[in-house]
């Protein structure tokens, strides 16, 4: 068994902290715009400032808009990769199966 790299750190994977933050922060989104939307449910009309259902919605949106532009990059990455491997991999089949090898 070789010895553990020196970046490693007990299994973990590098960007352990990064998911972590990323998570915390979209929670605080949420729970930021939650705060916002109710305060605009429970506050009189007169007394409710005209921002507060734009900047809630736009908090609990965050969110979505992370996990779409997240699938986004996925795929566009897949496929480019895909492209990238897919003329060597042809190539390679025909000149297995070419006449004359």
Do not use: H, K
């Amino acid at each position: 068994m070789a010895p553990p790299q020196q970046g490693e750190q007990c299994g973990r994977p590098a960007g352990s902290a990064l998911v972590w933050f990323v998570t915390a922060l979209l929670l605080l989104a949420v729970l930021g715009g939650g705060g916002c939307l109710v305060a605009y449910v429970v506050l009189p009309p007169a007394e409710s400032p005209a921002w507060i259902p734009a900047v809630g919605l736009s908090l609990v949106a965050l969110p979505w808009a992370f996990w779409l532009a997240t699938c986004a990059y996925r795929c566009v990455t897949t496929r480019s990769a895909d492209r990238a491997v897919a003329p060597a991999a042809s190539g390679s089949i025909v000149s297995r199966n070419s006449p004359g090898s």
